[in-house]
């Protein structure tokens, strides 16, 4: 019971760890300016731990409070010469909430409290300023009666608006003493009306009133929403601020105003905010008057006529300056400052780490390590990873007006614009055309891939933000809303819907990936640069990380946009998107269909070059570096046709009829097909195929090797394996196709062959499976279906029942299970080490980019994660932070 009601210069503030707990952010940081020696009215806070009294009695403010707060009161009356209540000079306060972080759903602050009919009168006298008394008043009564008595806030500004169209002003300064008198009236009868009663006039009531709403208001709906939303735990309650107010709204030599230490769009080292002469509190954020900029320079930047703070107050605007400059030193950081002005002195009211974009957020790290304000160690820290995604993208330019059809899930960053198409054959042939094109499906599938790539954004019906079409754009860098589920597209009459709007194909959308928008006709991207900041944040994270950040990539292309934001190597190459592209799925299909071995190796040799050239030019990006390839995985029916015309198409071209061609299909049809014949059953199946795999690696590596490039370190990856026995027969025939082309070609090559753990059984049994495997790689997508039994493509349907219910507590596609997958790659990473010492552990899969399951990483001690190009940054920022927290 010492901590209920403290002073904002108690000595006591000092000494307490994380004060933000008791005292909520807002009186913590008062009180630290207050030691600082700057200029903050005095108050008193009333803590978070008589939040916790105050509804444990009932909700009421318990007696020893009371007494507390009136105690405070008496030492602010001290320290202004002036009394709460009092008929010659009285003390005006505010009573303003404060939780641990500033939490927009809490209740608004309460000015002037203490006035009441006698109250103003006095003030009137004191200050010979009649307007501004009945102002301050006329506030008092609209914010209390808002805020503690629930009355409609527009009930009040319908009031004042018809005064001033009678009057035929336009803003509130114009009216007049009078005006205000008779509005005070109206006021006050619309509060006997509403209320039954009259509005208060006992001060103490008053400040009672306000308390109590403050700690009300931490029940509301609204706030109790915005904890949700926030994940800030219902426990913490809120404390109360009761300051003595200063006043902005005296007349011509006082103001009002908020400024920010710097920018916080672009992150310059320049004030940037903005003033109201003779106005009060929220006056500058209301948007009723325009107001002013603070310094001079921003003032001409934004071509604006009306003076700045530094040319109207010089003399302020500078110890404004001085404060500034103070509090970004003693916080070292960005500082969003709310102060006012009053008869030209300087009162400070607020103070707060400010909000910034990513871009910013880099530029103020960078800069103040610079100025030698923070350690490069505190910058990397500071930075969240996945704001740096929004970086790399192209960003819509918010400035111009745009018309929003309908929003889906964000799921993966950045704009896009472009004639909309149903099919990827369309995408192909119109971005041969030079055209852009934005592929809308209800979902994707691997063979959407190629149009994928043809289109510059993809919007799908159905699908979270692991779906195909999420995953796959990610990894590809492009643009994508998934699961907007109020569109409903007609692949026939080749159009969608979304509420009354028909788009046709051929109209031209836009995409918004970042925040999940669709908009009709085009809207103009801003194209992101990569800022020599971000360049130094990169070299500095690299500098501390240990884990590897490598990528997942399966073309050149996406190779080298990793190896630009700094992949060092590949963690996964998947083989089979390379059999889908136009020329060669004919082939693949040719061997699947064959009935015999020759028929299947005759297809397999058209397909042996092109592995190979897609290896090679892998390689030559990668090189040097370590590349893990994994051998076929998906599921063969994956590779045939779908259409009675497609597959008349391939009837024709493997001299089968369509009855045969229908036949297999139905035999390759599977119930279960992610627990059916896939992964390295396939190679046990049909050796032939993985053969092929690895003839096209090797003769990858020894070609470059002929043409002087630095050869990469071949990881051979056997994906699905649950027993040791799987893995030691396919290893034996990796070795075996090794040998051969070494004899072929009389070099020697350099691999190594390891597995994928994607079940818990391969994960229990990893001893025995270490004994065959040079290397894990955790596939975490498949190991949390398979652990979970789980299926990621319909987990849509409940996810968000289980995330409402708490049983998750994020949806563990996208960020890692700890507790259940992650023991299992703590089980299989300690027992594989148990036989094979030196055996390599990574992780690939959407997990690889997800800043949480990297410090698991990190910490279960793997050597290296993989993710998708774009994400590659974000892992290096997040293996940096992961070293530096340990
Ligand atoms: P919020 O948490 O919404 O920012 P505040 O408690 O900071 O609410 O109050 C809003 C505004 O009220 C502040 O920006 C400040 O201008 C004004 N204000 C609060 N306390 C005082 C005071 N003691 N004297 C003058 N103005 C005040
Ligand atoms: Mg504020
Ligand atoms: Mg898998």
Redesign the pocket.
């Known amino acids: 019971m010492s901590n209920l009601v403290l002073s904002f210069n108690n000595k006591k503030i000092k000494k307490i760890k994380n004060p933000e707990y008791i005292l909520g952010g807002?009186g913590t940081n008062l009180a630290r300016m207050g030691n600082l020696g700057l200029p903050v009215?005095p108050?008193f806070i009333i803590s978070t731990e008589v939040c916790e009294l105050f509804y444990k009695n009932k909700k009421k403010l318990p007696k020893q409070v009371l007494k507390n707060i009136y105690l405070e009161l008496k030492d602010i009356e001290k320290l202004t010469s002036k009394k709460f209540g009092s008929l010659k000079n009285p003390l005006l306060?505010?009573v303003?909430?404060?939780a641990r972080v500033?939490?927009?759903g809490?209740m608004?602050?309460v000015?002037n409290l203490g006035l009441n009919d006698q109250t103003v009168k006095a003030l009137t006298k004191k200050t010979l300023n009649g307007r501004f008394a009945k102002d301050s008043y006329r506030r008092f009564i609209q914010m209390y009666s808002n805020v503690v008595l629930n009355i409609e806030g527009y009930l009040f500004e319908e009031m004042i608006d018809n005064q001033k169209l009678n009057k035929g002003v336009l803003l509130d300064t114009e009216l007049e003493e009078t005006d205000w008198d008779e509005l005070i009236q109206r006021f006050k009868e619309l509060v006997k009306r509403q209320t039954k009663k009259n509005f208060p006039q006992s001060v103490q009531e008053q400040l009672n009133g306000a308390i109590r709403a403050v700690f009300l208001s931490w029940d509301s709906q609204r706030a109790k929403t915005y904890r949700k939303l926030n994940q800030i735990p219902d426990y913490w309650g809120t404390a109360v601020?009761v300051?003595?107010?200063?006043?902005?709204n005296m007349g011509k030599d006082c103001l009002?105003g908020?400024v920010f230490t710097r920018n916080p769009s672009t992150g310059e080292n320049v004030f940037f905010g903005e003033y109201l002469i003779d106005a009060?509190?929220?006056d500058?954020?209301a948007g009723t008057r325009t107001p002013q900029h603070i310094t001079k320079k921003a003032k001409i930047v934004a071509g604006s006529k009306e003076k700045s703070m530094e040319e109207t107050m010089p003399k302020v605007f500078q110890d404004l300056k001085k404060t500034l400059l103070k509090l970004e030193k003693y916080y070292k950081d960005m500082q969003d400052v709310?102060?006012?002005v009053e008869n030209k002195k300087l009162?400070i009211?607020?103070t707060r780490s400010g909000k910034r974009t990513a871009h910013a957020g880099i530029k103020i790290a960078v800069d103040m390590v610079a100025e030698k304000l923070i350690s490069k160690k505190k910058a990397i820290l500071r930075i969240d990873p996945n704001t740096l995604g929004t970086l790399l993208h192209p960003s819509l330019n918010r400035k111009v007006e745009r018309k929003i059809i309908t929003k889906g899930l964000p799921a993966s960053p950045g704009a896009a614009s472009g004639k909309v198409v149903f099919t990827a054959e369309e995408a192909e042939r119109l971005n041969d055309m030079m055209q852009n094109t934005i592929l809308v499906r209800v979902e994707t599938s691997p063979e959407d891939i190629h149009g994928m790539h043809a289109a510059k954004g993809v919007l799908t019906a159905r699908g979270g933000m692991t779906s195909h079409a999420a995953v796959v754009a990610r990894g590809m860098g492009r643009p994508c809303v998934s699961g907007s589920t109020e569109i409903i597209i007609d692949y026939n009459l080749k159009q969608f819907k979304s509420g009354k709007i028909i788009v046709k194909e051929g109209d031209i959308i836009t995409i918004d990936g970042t925040n999940g928008e669709v908009i009709l006709g085009t809207v103009p991207t801003i194209q992101p640069k990569m800022s020599s900041y971000f360049s130094t944040i990169m070299k500095w994270a690299n500098e501390f990380k240990k884990l590897k950040v490598r990528t997942n990539a399966e073309t050149e292309k996406d190779s080298k946009v990793a190896r630009d934001f700094g992949a060092e190597g590949i963690g996964l190459c998947r083989t089979e998107h390379m059999f889908f592209d136009q020329e060669r799925i004919l082939s693949v299909r040719e061997m699947i269909l064959s009935k015999s071995i020759e028929g299947r190796n005759n297809a397999l040799a058209k397909l042996l070059p092109h592995q190979k050239n897609d290896f090679k030019s892998i390689f030559k990006v990668m090189k040097g570096l370590p590349v893990t390839i994994r051998l076929l995985d998906p599921p063969l029916h994956e590779f045939l046709p779908k259409t009675d015309r497609e597959i008349e198409e391939v009837a024709r071209s493997t001299n089968l009829d369509s009855k045969e061609v229908k036949d297999r299909i139905e035999e390759l049809h599977e119930q279960n097909p992610m627990l059916g014949h896939r992964g390295c059953r396939l190679g046990i199946s049909f050796p032939e195929i993985y053969e092929m795999q690895c003839e096209a690696i090797f003769e990858a590596l020894i070609e470059c090797k002929k043409e002087k490039i630095k050869p990469v370190i071949a990881e051979i990856m056997i994906p699905l394996i649950s027993t040791d026995t799987e893995l030691k027969i396919l290893r034996i025939l990796v070795d075996r196709i090794a040998n051969k082309i070494q004899k072929k070609y009389k070099t020697k090559i350099d691999y190594i062959v390891g597995t994928m753990i994607e079940l818990p059984r391969a994960a229990l049994q990893a001893k025995k499976i270490s004994k065959y495997a040079d290397f894990f790689s955790f596939g975490t997508n498949d190991l949390t279906q398979t652990t979970f039994g789980i299926s990621r493509d319909d987990s849509g349907k409940f996810l968000n029942d289980y995330l409402n219910n708490k049983i998750f507590e994020i949806d563990p596609f996208v960020s890692l299970d700890q507790n259940g997958v992650g023991e299992l790659i703590e089980i299989a990473s300690t027992r594989g080490r148990q036989f094979n010492k030196k055996i390599k552990l990574g992780i690939c899969g959407e997990h690889g980019g997800d800043p949480r399951s990297i410090e698991f990483c990190s910490k279960t001690g793997l050597h290296y994660v993989s993710c998708s190009p774009f994400r590659v940054p974000v892992a290096i920022l997040a293996a940096a932070q992961s070293e530096l927290k340990k």
């Open positions: 807002k009215p108050g306060v505010s303003r909430s404060g500033s939490m927009p809490m608004d602050t000015l601020n300051q003595s107010m200063v006043f902005g009002t908020v009060q509190g929220e500058v954020v709310e102060f006012t009162w009211l607020q």
